[in-house]
């Protein structure tokens, strides 16, 4: 018969990128230096956020800074 054979439909869980970025993460993220994350941050060109003494960028905004 002219069936198509369908595999299973099993949802596995993906393994997702943090949606916070420490200053390391995202200059590897962004392929740039951590001196380069530091003046884009110092210049306003990608926003901060100061969670518990530490520097976080949030992956949506690395992700639309990429995107300019």
Request: aromatic letters at 4%.
């Amino acid at each position: 018969p002219n069936q198509s054979i369908r595999a299973n439909a099993r949802v596995l869980p993906s393994v997702e990128a943090p949606a916070a970025l420490s200053i390391p993460q995202t200059a590897a993220y962004l392929c740039v230096s951590k001196a380069s994350v530091w003046r884009l941050l110092r210049e306003g060109r990608l926003p901060k956020a100061r969670i518990g003494g530490r520097t976080l960028i949030r992956r949506v905004d690395a992700d639309a800074f990429l995107a300019k």
